[in-house]
């Protein structure tokens, strides 16, 4: 839900007039659609349809109308008026802009097979060079997001060679920063935290749990090691029972630590997603 709601509201900054004339329903459409009033927005947009037929932008409104059904949950019905608000596009640079709104959705919908087929087509076909880099860049995102890393530097590599007068320096080297940044095995976690307690929480650069780790543990072990020598039997056992229940507790611990970790790379990884489609402004278009 979180995805639905940060896409909807990158797309309502760019919502798109639905009629040249000030229609009445038109306008009530798309001030339901801002406040995210997607179920009536929905309702008075196909009733814009309905009533003006040809006097209306149809491409404007299919969109809109996908954007709603996307804040819903509704992705069948999402991807189907986004293709065809693609398909009522009377202008070339508005349709290419359409469909890279299109691949984005894919990716959001974690359709990286379809997202690449997309943006692929896009590039070849466009006669825009903005479209063909942007094209290029939320390609290269969606490798990445699909874990695979090897194939989106590439593409990262080729988009300043390719697109050299259109490229964003700033926003290349964002993704290449992010894509530094490898996620966290909760197995490799675990491991480590059973051979030295606190290396776990070190792998996952967790440096003060790390460091706590490794003390408490070591104060255990010099009061274990203590009795056995001193041959304190029973202070032994109790201190091998409290010791042995951190020391579990320890690796569980790193594990979770290890998805905790992954979880803010991959939600960092998505933001960047809407802050790179803010780029792509009107503006661009020719």
């Known amino acids: 839900m979180k995805w639905k709601i940060i896409f909807c509201l990158v797309f309502s ?48 409104v299919e969109n809109n109308i996908s954007l709603c059904y996307y804040g819903l949950g509704n992705n069948a019905s999402a991807l189907q008026h986004m293709q065809m608000a693609i398909s009522f596009c009377e202008n070339d640079s508005v349709a290419d802009a359409r469909t890279l709104q299109l691949g984005l959705m894919n990716i959001f919908l974690k359709k990286y097979d379809q997202s690449e087929f997309i943006f692929k087509r ?5 006669q825009y060079s903005y479209v063909k880099y942007y094209a290029s860049l939320f390609l290269a995102w969606g490798y990445f997001l699909n874990q695979n890393k090897n194939k989106a530097l590439a593409e990262m590599d080729s988009i300043k060679v390719n697109y050299g007068d259109e490229t964003n320096g700033s926003t290349l080297n964002l993704l290449k920063e992010q894509m530094k940044v490898d996620l966290k095995s909760e197995t490799t976690a675990k491991i480590l935290s059973y051979i030295i307690p606190g290396l776990g929480q070190l792998y996952v650069k967790d440096y003060a749990n790390s460091a706590n ?65 803010k780029l792509l402004q009107p503006a661009n278009t020719p």
């Open 13 to 60: 900054a760019n919502i798109y007039p639905v009629a040249v004339n000030a229609l009445q329903c038109a306008a009530l459409a798309d001030s339901l659609f801002v406040y995210n009033n997607y179920y009536d927005a929905i309702t008075e947009y196909e009733r814009c349809i309905f009533q003006q037929g040809d006097s209306i932008d149809r491409s404007a």
């Open 122 to 126: 896009v590039r070849l076909t466009t």
């Open 213 to 277: 780790a490794i003390l408490l543990n070591a104060f255990f072990l010099y009061f274990i090691i203590d009795s056995i020598c001193s041959k304190e039997y029973t202070d032994l056992l109790a201190q091998v029972a409290v010791f042995q229940t951190y020391y579990r507790g320890n690796t569980y611990r790193a594990a979770d630590m290890a998805i905790n970790y992954n979880d803010k790379v991959i939600a960092s990884r998505e933001n960047i997603i809407p802050l790179i489609y």
